[in-house]
């Protein structure tokens, strides 16, 4: 059988592979974590929705131009 210094001797060979594993593990990991945060980033409108308020304005505003034009012409809406 192993004596005790050859046991510890493995036992701490042991430990420090699984430490460079779990590290390794770690960091691939949180590797993993930014690629995600960057696709979202990149899937994110811009501006937070300007263009879609801007197309709203616009169609606002076209909706009481209509109007008005109805109104010089006198037509009842």
Do not use: S
Not at 12 to 18: I, Q, S
Request: aromatic residues 6%; glycine residues 10%; proline residues 1%.
């Amino acid at each position: 059988m192993f004596d005790h210094d050859t046991t510890l001797a493995l036992a701490a060979a042991a430990l420090a592979g699984l430490a460079m594993l779990v590290f390794a593990g770690l960091q691939g990991w949180r590797g993993w974590l930014q690629l995600k945060h960057r696709e979202l980033a990149a899937t994110e409108p811009r501006g937070h929705g300007a263009g879609t308020t801007a197309r709203i304005e616009i169609a606002d505003l076209k909706e009481r131009i209509r109007k008005l034009e109805a109104i010089a012409a006198g037509v009842d809406l």
